[in-house]
Nanobody
Framework: QVQLVESGGGLVQAGASLGLSCQVS????????MAWFRQAPGKERDFVAA????????AYADSVKGRFIISRDNAKGAVYLQMNSLRVEDTAVYYC?????????????????WGQGTQVTVSS
């Protein structure tokens, strides 16, 4: 069984930076393509960023490209999301996700495991 636990959410002002972490535990925790999604109240869960297990491929949503950076440390079984120049519209619950096999994917249905989410609130 694979478990994902997010941390690092909080309340910040617009323009600030915030880092999220996701700890992956379970079998072969480094062998997964990892992603971050987010869901604002009343909206669908949207893709934010993804990274391949070999770290040679990343993908970003257009809305966060140039501001957010996804990274991972396979030795620690962790994936990170560094969020810079935060905007009010970045406010959402952020979810970490993992998929057993396959390439980086922007669709939530492609991912097999999910964390419980961490709230990020950006105030104006």
């Amino acid at each position: 069984q694979v478990q994902l636990v997010e941390s690092g959410g909080g309340l910040v002002q617009a323009g600030a930076s915030l880092g999220l972490s996701c700890q992956v535990s379970g079998r072969s925790s480094s062998m997964y393509t990892m992603a971050w999604f987010r869901q604002a109240p009343g909206k669908e869960r949207d893709f934010v960023a993804a990274i391949s297990w070999s770290v040679d491929t990343t993908a970003y949503a257009d809305s966060v490209k140039g501001r957010f950076i996804i990274s991972r440390d396979n030795a620690k079984g962790a994936v990170y999301l560094q969020m810079n120049s935060l905007r009010v519209e970045d406010t959402a619950v952020y979810y970490c996700a993992a998929r057993n096999f396959g390439l980086v994917d922007r669709t939530s249905i492609a991912y097999d495991y999910w964390g419980q989410g961490t709230q990020v609130t950006v105030s104006s």
